[in-house]
């Protein structure tokens, strides 16, 4: 089994950073960058939406629109996290953020293309 843990959510005002990261474990975890990393966001009624994605060993990475200049995807393959730096964040970022892993380590785009999950945390923006 794979598990993935994040932390690092919390309340903020609009216009201030945060940042939240993903610890990867578990027996059936294989070199750890040989995955793709993503992060995605889900509001109640919506569908989970991918903000950022890094793939595995190139480091090439994706950004929504919504996100793009303000949201900063990082990956430790020592340490075997990942980390989402987000800035100026408006009342919008308000969801609850998964982080992903895609065994095949290429970059996916929507959820489908990600095997593993962890249980998310939430980020708060207040106006």
């Known amino acids: 089994q794979v598990q993935l843990v994040e932390s690092g959510g919390g309340s903020v005002s609009a216009g201030e950073s945060l940042r939240v990261s993903c610890a990867a474990s578990g027996d059936g975890l294989r070199t750890y960058a040989a995955y793709a990393m993503a992060w995605f966001r889900q509001v109640p009624g919506k569908e989970r939406e991918q903000v950022a994605a890094?793939?595995?060993?190139?480091?090439?990475?994706n950004y929504a629109d919504s996100v793009k200049g303000r949201f900063t995807i990082s990956r430790n393959n020592a340490e075997k996290t990942v980390t989402l730096h987000m800035s100026n964040l408006q009342p919008q970022d308000t969801a609850l953020y998964y982080c992903?892993?895609?065994?095949?380590?290429?970059?996916?785009?929507?959820?489908?293309?990600?095997?593993?999950w962890g249980q998310g945390t939430q980020v708060t923006v207040s106006s």
């Open positions: 992903a892993a895609n065994r095949d380590g290429d970059l996916q785009l929507t959820a489908r293309g990600y095997q593993y």
């Open positions: 890094m793939a595995a060993w190139s480091g090439a990475t």
